[in-house]
């Protein structure tokens, strides 16, 4: 397994608040229709360069969900990794997102829970330090 494809096995005794990991992945039409694919989402504001072209963006857009898969990644991969099990996830969305815009995911913990074994992770997406997206993910480590 390559080190991008690495599983942490974070157990919840190992999480303190202010732990943080990130993620970096740069959009290409591959993922945009990847996504449309698997989701059966073809709105032409993220599948169609005329008609994108004729919205406010002046192109296509990724999909909002899409960069919430991203933040499953890195939740199931890092963030606590093989325990997790996602309970509820909100995103907010600030700004588009481009193809070909490298994303920046950052998760950090804000609240445990030792009785629940609940922690929070408050979550920024960035591009180029502009902030495209936030909110955060309850996530149940199970170990």
Known sequence: MS???????????????????????C?????????????????PLHVDDTY???????ERIVHGMLLGAFVSQLIGMQLPGRFALILKETLEFRKPVHIGDSILVEGTVSRTSSATKIIEVDIKISVQDVSVADGSVLVQVLK
Do not use: M
């Open 3 to 25: 080190e991008a494809n690495k599983v942490h096995e974070l157990r919840f005794d190992d999480i303190k608040v202010g732990y943080t990991a990130f993620l970096e992945h």
């Open 27 to 43: 959009i290409s039409d591959q993922d945009t229709a990847a996504f449309a694919k698997v989701s059966g989402d073809y709105n």
């Open 52 to 58: 994108a072209s004729s919205t406010p963006f002046g």
